[in-house]
């Protein structure tokens, strides 16, 4: 079985910074894409940011642009959301996904996905 742990959330003040790894532990499989994904309460999970393992191709929301970076360490085999000017809209649940397939899908839907992590909880007081 494969799982995505995510680590790194917090309470931080508008304006700070907070960085987000997701690892997966279990059984390994290929991966193609990997994302991240944030959800409040009564909304649906919504795209932040996706990368290609291989390529290294990043994908964005329009919403986080020019403030939040995907990257992925293959040694480590692990991705990162370093988050920056964050301001208190982006507080949510931010879920780690992972992608075991090739697909001409864009990377924002989350049926382009097969594995997700349980979720870390960031919040961005004003």
């Known amino acids: 079985q494969v799982q995505l742990v995510e680590s790194g959330g917090g309470l931080v003040q508008a304006g700070d910074s907070l960085r987000l790894s997701c690892a997966p532990s279990g059984r390994t499989f290929g991966r193609y894409l990997m994302g991240w994904f944030r959800q409040t309460p009564g909304k649906e999970r919504q795209f932040v940011a996706a990368?290609?393992?291989?390529?290294?191709?990043?994908y964005y929301a329009d919403s986080v642009k020019g403030r939040f970076t995907i990257s992925r360490d293959n040694a480590k085999d692990t991705v990162y959301l370093q988050m920056n000017s964050l301001k208190p809209e982006d507080t949510a649940v931010y879920y780690c996904?992972?992608?075991?397939?090739?697909?001409?899908?864009?990377?924002?839907?989350?049926?382009?996905?097969?594995?997700w992590g349980q979720g870390t909880q960031v919040t961005v007081s004003s």
């Open positions: 996904a992972a992608s075991s397939r090739p697909s001409s899908v864009a990377a924002y839907p989350t049926a382009r996905y097969d594995y």
């Open positions: 990368i290609h393992w291989s390529s290294g191709s990043t």
